[in-house]
């Protein structure tokens, strides 16, 4: 099975831009696709974005069209948020997860999660 680890969280402006990394070791890699998930305060965990094992096909909550962008590195076993133009309401943590490609699969592999605090 794959683990995950994120990074690149931290504080930042209102309309700057955050780079997080999620690396995996384990199995392989490309057997996953993988998705970015975040949790605010007092709310409950919501999908942002997912990734195909691939990399070919991806996917966005609405809240973050346009200004989130997934990528990955099948041969370094990472995964990418790149995250701009950044609100307040983005503030939570952020966690990325791993699902094997068989269809329906459930997200079932989870990091232990990296901060994101946006300010005013």
């Known amino acids: 099975q794959v683990q995950l680890v994120e990074s690149g969280g931290g504080l930042v402006q209102a309309g700057g831009s955050l780079r997080l990394s999620c690396a995996a070791s384990?199995?392989?890699?490309?057997?996953?696709?993988l998705g970015w998930f975040r949790q605010a305060p007092g709310k409950e965990r919501e999908f942002v974005g997912s990734?195909?094992?691939?990399?070919?096909?991806?996917a966005y909550a609405d809240p973050v069209k346009g200004r989130f962008t997934i990528s990955r590195d099948n041969a370094k076993k990472e995964v990418y948020l790149q995250m701009n133009s950044l609100r307040p309401e983005d503030t939570a943590v952020y966690y990325c997860a791993a699902r094997s490609k068989r269809v329906g699969a459930p997200y079932d592999v989870w990091g232990q999660g990296t901060q994101v605090t946006v300010s005013l």
């Open positions: 990734i195909s094992w691939s990399g070919s096909s991806t």
């Open positions: 384990g199995r392989t890699f490309s057997d996953y696709g």
